[in-house]
């Protein structure tokens, strides 16, 4: 057994360098505190902390035999939601026990206006923000003026993240004065929000396959990506595309309809149509009638919705494939730029592409995995979030330093002996590598498909995993299969010698990068501590070059994994990050405090977040963030400025980082003055697009 393994020495050998790596990376979140038992409230809704706190508020004073209007007002956390009345595929909503004076009563609860979120097929009704259910109070008639009634109900309700749901409950009391009073100015807000009464019925029709609704609705008004919410449950098919069309004064819906018997089929049906574009919605009622056909098609959203698999695919490999031209993937350029010039058959070139792919996709799958299961576990992580830790920052650094003098020509290292060659296992090593040192970065597409996988099943997750590795490799694997591609290689050569070690170069800048993340996640000790390891590492290697030369070598080169793990692990117990540098357009940290705050205000809000290990959000900060024209328009504009640093492990930015649909960094939200729904930015920001924003919010 030992013997058949001989040939593939050098690829073990690397492997066991990787696992080293991963089982540092694994050490440190290992270590960190259990959440409180209790933290997602327990079964029933008992005890415990609320993630949609609950409030029960009267609209002011009311006199005797009067209405007033009470509001449940419903606060999220961010990364949860509540549900209208008719939830859905799934879920639950807001119900409420009275307990009243005796002649007092209570009419029905009126939901604003839904939204939809779609999680791996399922259609769901839900509120992601602040929302008040609105519920009118008759008091007696004999209620003496300037008397206070107490009121109370038992509220329940289902509080739910993209991942998991609980059910949770509270006792809401208020009172109300009899007589005069100023009214609360909240409630008008509240009430802009509910849909708008139509003053003329609808009529509906049912096909084979759908619901036809015809809507009284005047040809100039505006309507943007429509949605028709029915009020009773299972009559559709609630995740199904709908199509809207105006014909005349008429709104046209076609809903593909449930699988409902005719005996079920109501004599009326209710709904809320959402207009979309925030012009809110309007309420109306259908009764059986002709339903025209035809009419001008309506255009309705087209993103992918959350969720969506093949979306997801797609941005996963588009994604894999833009990293290979990211600042930060210079260490995978390298080592796939030598691994091209070695030149070879056309078997092969195959045989290497597709062992080198596979190391690649095999490493982000494992990645994902690794996410998905720290995730599972209760865990608040996202992507590269193995960069948060730093003992994994030393451990690359090691490792960038180990590949510079590899590149120089001071060793080789196994498996990265370009000119021995390291045969297909030696590919796949250096593909297991090359996706480690090239996935932490977040570049255009993959916040989509890293947000959208991690909605969807386990299984379908780690295949988008897979097609962000498959991107990844797929430069090198189409010059392995296509000799055209290859032709355009140089013949090998003793260029091959001072190419490497003209590599050494970028990867020496990597190296200084990773110094500088060193820095910023664990301090001046902590930097201290890796460039002695790294000295040490660089004496280890050298003063076993002569026995390599002559293939002495053994299992030196994982004597020395252990001493270096252990003492990376020791050295990322005492790292501490330094103060943090002030900013140039006067950004305030991030929290949900603040963001509420900053939106209260009605100026607009620039929200971003970074990370000192994403070498792509640091180009935006550079060209486009830290800025004196962006700072002079922003002041101009009153520009409230946030920032969430994801540098280190911070739960509540990865859990509002979910709540957009995005799995890393960079995110840059722009919420416009007035307090609107905000507006994510591109990924890669233009020098311009901040202050032109700006500028905007200012006339």
């Not at 209007?69 to 409420?96: C, F, I, K, R």
Request: glycine share 12%; charged share 10%.
């Amino acid at each position: 057994m030992i013997r058949a393994l001989i040939p593939y020495r050098p690829a073990l050998r690397l492997l066991a360098l990787i696992a080293g790596l991963l089982a540092l990376m694994a050490a440190p979140l290992h270590a960190q505190p259990a959440p409180p038992q209790g933290a997602f409230g327990p079964p029933g809704g008992g005890a415990g902390p609320s993630h949609i706190h609950a409030t029960l508020l009267a609209e002011g004073s009311v006199a005797p035999g009067g209405t007033v209007t009470l509001a449940v007002l419903m606060q999220p956390e961010a990364g949860w939601h509540g549900y209208w009345s008719n939830p859905g595929d799934a879920g639950l909503a807001l119900t409420l026990d009275w307990t009243l004076p005796n002649g007092a009563k209570t009419g029905a609860m009126r939901f604003p206006v839904p939204q939809t979120l779609l999680i791996s097929g399922l259609m769901n009704h839900v509120y992601e923000h602040d929302y008040a259910v609105l519920v009118p109070l008759t008091v007696p008639a004999n209620a003496a003026p300037g008397s206070r009634l107490a009121i109370s109900a038992q509220a329940n309700w289902l509080a739910c993240t993209l991942q998991i749901c609980v059910p949770e409950r509270a006792a809401l009391n208020a009172t109300i004065t009899i007589g005069t009073g100023t009214a609360d100015p909240r409630f008008n807000a509240w009430r802009a929000a509910l849909p708008a009464p139509l003053d003329r019925p609808a009529a509906f029709a049912w096909t084979p396959t759908t619901l036809r609704i015809a809507i009284p609705f005047p040809r100039a008004a505006k309507v943007e990506a429509p949605q028709l919410f029915l009020s009773s449950e299972g009559l559709v098919d609630y995740a199904a595309p709908q199509s809207f069309s105006r014909k005349d004064d008429l709104l046209i819906a076609e809903v593909p309809r449930a699988k409902v018997p005719p005996s079920a089929m109501p004599q009326a049906v209710s709904a809320v149509l959402s207009l979309g574009g925030g012009a809110g919605g309007v309420e109306l009622t259908a009764n059986p009638g002709a339903v025209p056909d035809g009419g001008t098609p309506v255009s309705t959203q087209t993103a992918p919705a959350k969720g969506s698999f093949w979306w997801a695919v797609l941005f996963a490999m588009l994604g894999g494939l833009i990293l290979n031209v990211m600042p930060c993937v210079f260490p995978i350029l390298s080592l796939k730029a030598l691994a091209l010039a070695r030149g070879g058959d056309e078997a092969t070139a195959r045989a290497e592409g597709l062992a080198y792919a596979a190391g690649v996709i095999l490493a982000c799958v494992a990645l994902g995995a690794t996410m998905l299961g720290l995730r599972a576990a209760g865990e608040e992580v996202g992507w590269a979030f193995q960069l948060q830790q730093p003992g994994v920052v030393l451990a690359l650094l090691l490792l960038a330093v180990a590949i510079t003098a590899n590149f120089a020509g001071l060793f080789e290292l196994p498996g990265l002996s370009f000119e021995r060659g390291g045969g297909h296992m030696g590919a796949f090593g250096t593909g297991l590598l090359a996706a480690f040192a090239a996935t932490p970065c977040t570049g255009p597409f993959m916040a989509a498909a890293v947000g959208a996988a991690l909605l969807l099943p386990w299984y379908a997750a780690l295949a988008v995993f897979g097609a962000l590795g498959f991107g990844l490799a797929l430069p090198f694997l189409a010059i392995g299969f296509i000799p055209a591609l290859r032709r355009m290689l140089p013949k090998p050569g003793g260029w091959m010698d001072k190419f490497r070690k003209a590599m050494a170069v970028p990867m020496g800048l990597t190296v200084l990068a990773l110094l500088w993340l060193a820095w910023r996640s664990g301090g001046p000790t902590f930097v201290a501590i890796g460039i002695a390891l790294a000295l040490a590492m660089l004496a280890g290697f050298y003063a076993m070059r002569r026995e390599q030369k002559r293939g002495l070598l053994g299992s030196r080169y994982l004597l020395m994994v252990l001493p270096l793990a252990l003492a990376t692990y020791g050295a990322a117990q005492i790292a501490t990050p330094p103060a943090a540098e002030a900013s140039l357009i006067g950004a305030r940290p991030f929290s949900e405090a603040a963001l509420a705050q900053a939106r209260a205000s009605g100026k607009p809000v620039f929200l971003y977040f970074t990370a000192d290990w994403c070498l792509s959000c640091k180009v935006n900060e550079q060209t486009s963030i830290d800025r004196e024209a962006t700072r002079d328009a922003f002041a101009k504009a009153g520009v409230t400025v946030l920032i969430g640093d994801w540098t280190r492990r911070d739960a509540a930015i990865t859990r509002f980082l979910t709540s957009q649909g995005a799995g890393g960094v960079p995110l840059y939200l722009w919420y416009p003055n007035g307090g609107g729904e905000p507006k994510q930015l591109p990924q890669v920001l233009t020098p311009d697009l901040l202050a032109g924003l700006a500028g905007l919010a200012k006339g």
